[in-house]
């Protein structure tokens, strides 16, 4: 099984405790996801406004979130 798997599991645990911790390390997991795959796709050419309109956010948002990376 693996990691994310395992975290989506343990999210919809009966113990709140399990499930809050899992929400969380799933929430660093797809922050640190959407970093690599924001460079990858400034690496490649896209422009801030098509990165902003696959992440459903505004251009200026994701600039403000990355344009210094």
Do not use: N
Not at 42 to 54: K, L, V
Request: hydrophobic share 40%; net charge positive.
């Amino acid at each position: 099984m693996t990691k994310a798997t395992d975290l989506a599991e343990r999210a919809g645990d009966r113990d709140p405790r399990v499930g809050l911790r899992a929400v969380t390390a799933l929430r660093r997991l797809a922050e640190q996801l959407e970093a690599v795959q924001v460079r990858s796709a400034r690496q490649q050419g896209w422009s801030w406004q098509e990165i902003a309109a696959e992440l459903g956010v505004s251009r200026q948002a994701v600039h403000k979130k990355y344009g210094r990376q």
